[in-house]
């Protein structure tokens, strides 16, 4: 079974200039997370999706971060205008259940996106 | 609001050596404890977690974490050091298993032939 993937692995780009980031979480997984890793400091939660909805967004740091899940698979989020301070390693997870969980429900991460804005 | 603490941003040891990285908590309420280790390039991937059932528990590759309430504490262990241990570890801490994990600020694990 294929894991959580993200695309591109690493992003270069000049500030002001737009970024959309993808995640492909595990197939049937309807929890579905962004975390943001900026260099030295914790891996911070921006937002989560239970299928399309946003169940929680309290992370998202400003407007200039747009997050969507259409349809309940993949899910992007577009950086724009980017700025410095949003460099960092972006990473996705997902787990399985909306609706009554088990212990055993886990968060799988993929490898995440490595952002750099000069 | 709930925080994880990791105590040391580095810890080397000896191959063979007991490892020991240390995570405290801050919680009103006991949290759903994780341990995920990120080898390089990789993505993060969970060792163990705490969900209330035993307060011992093991993980892959030998690793263990014991959840001590009067301590606030999960700190991860393994016995027996390997070169391939060495990675960045990091604590994480839940209310419940589909809400948003908090995570420490990691620690480097070194370990020296």
């Known amino acids: 079974e294929a894991g959580v993937t993200q695309f591109p692995s690493h992003s270069v780009i000049e500030k002001g200039q737009t970024v959309t980031l993808r995640c492909d979480p595990i197939s049937g997984h309807d929890n579905l997370y962004w975390y943001r890793r900026v260099m030295g400091k914790e891996i911070k939660f921006l937002l989560h999706f239970v299928k399309e909805s946003k169940q929680d967004e309290s992370g998202m740091p400003n407007n200039r971060f747009l997050a969507e899940r259409t349809g309940g698979t993949y899910s992007t989020l577009k950086v724009q205008p980017a700025e410095l301070e949003d460099s960092g390693v972006y990473f996705c997870?997902?787990?399985?259940?909306?609706?009554?969980?088990?212990?055993?429900?886990?968060?799988?991460f993929g490898p995440g996106t490595r952002l750099t804005v000069l | 609001a709930q925080s994880v603490t990791q105590l040391g941003s580095h810890v080397s040891v000896s191959e063979g050596a007991l490892v020991l990285l240390r995570c405290n908590y801050s919680?009103?309420?006991?949290?759903?404890l994780f341990w995920y280790v990120q080898y390089p390039n990789q993505g993060l991937q969970l060792l163990l977690k705490y969900t209330s059932a035993a307060t011992l528990v093991k993980g892959i590759n030998d690793f263990e974490a014991e959840f001590k309430k009067s301590e606030t504490s999960f700190h991860l262990t393994k016995p027996s050091a390997h070169m391939s241990d060495a990675a960045e570890y990091f604590c994480?801490?839940?209310?419940?298993?589909?809400?948003?994990?908090?995570f420490g600020t990691g620690t480097r694990l070194l370990v020296s032939p």
């Open positions: 994480a801490a839940s209310p419940d298993l589909l809400q948003k994990l908090v």
């Open positions: 997870a997902s787990s399985l259940s909306g609706g009554q969980y088990s212990s055993t429900d886990t968060q799988y």
């Open positions: 919680s009103s309420v006991p949290p759903y």
